[in-house]
């Protein structure tokens, strides 16, 4: 299938989300399926992305709490179809990831679908839920020597917050220990790069990428230190 083919059908799912349509959604993400997209991409891609335009409208009051609670079921309506295939591609463990919404937001969908995809991935998660404050990120990090720390926020008002946990981080002595991912549909780049952030994630399959990327660095300099020490 070629990328506009992929792309196309992964806008129907998010747009399926987007627009409420419980009705439809998992005949749409099962068709999709069998076009040969992957489970991951589905979830992410279009899953996610739907969830993300939903952030968007709610941001805008386009949307507000009744929809944003039947997007919800829209999105876990989808997921029921490929999370059994996701639950059959578990790897290696990969690291552990303390993972949650920041204080003062009670969001979680986003956060959900992180956590669901990267235990599918292999990743040992601990899921701390929703509107967390920064000192129980930082000793939740601590006493499960996390690899990883992802925050997730979906409204503007809470993205400081963040930063307020990589201080927490710092002074529980832990902050050079793990990497700092955050992400949600109002976040950016820039905004990582400011508050101290390791990174930013656009989308759950991104963040997972990520924490892969990091874990062979670190078990590729684990391998060459054992291999010094031999000579």
């Known amino acids: 299938m070629s990328d506009k083919g992929k792309n196309a059908l992964l806008d129907k799912v998010a747009n399926a989300v987007a627009n409420l349509d419980l009705e439809h959604i998992k005949d749409i993400v099962k068709e999709t399926l069998n076009a040969g997209v992957s489970p991951y991409e589905i979830a992410a891609r279009g899953l996610g992305k739907g969830m993300d335009i939903v952030?968007?409208?709610?941001?805008?009051?386009?949307?507000?709490?009744?929809?944003?609670?039947?997007?919800g079921e829209v999105m876990y309506a989808g997921l029921d179809v490929v999370k059994p295939l996701l639950a059959g591609k578990k790897e290696r463990g990969n690291g552990i990831i303390v993972a949650g919404t920041v204080e003062g937001d009670i969001h979680d969908i986003g956060k959900n679908l992180f956590v669901m995809l990267a235990t599918a991935a292999g990743f040992e998660v601990h899921d701390l839920g929703n509107d967390v404050s920064a000192k129980k990120f930082a000793e939740k990090a601590?006493?499960?020597?996390?690899?990883?720390?992802?925050l997730s926020a979906l409204i503007t008002t809470t993205m400081d917050k963040m930063k307020s946990v990589i201080e927490e981080l710092k002074n529980a002595g832990i902050?050079?220990?793990?990497?700092?991912?955050?992400?949600?549909?109002p976040l950016t780049e820039s905004f990582a790069k400011k508050i101290g952030a390791d990174a930013f994630a656009a989308d759950a399959l991104d963040g997972i990428r990520?924490?892969?990327?990091?874990?062979?660095?670190?078990?590729?300099?684990?391998?060459k230190t054992v291999a010094k020490k031999k000579k």
Do not use: M, N, Q, T
């Open 142 to 150: 601590k006493e499960f020597k996390a690899d990883f720390v992802g």
């Open 175 to 185: 902050r050079d220990k793990v990497k700092v991912i955050v992400g949600g549909a």
């Open 55 to 71: 952030g968007k409208k709610y941001e805008s009051h386009e949307y507000f709490l009744p929809e944003l609670v039947v997007a």
């Open 210 to 223: 990520l924490c892969r990327d990091w874990s062979e660095r670190k078990g590729g300099l684990a391998e």
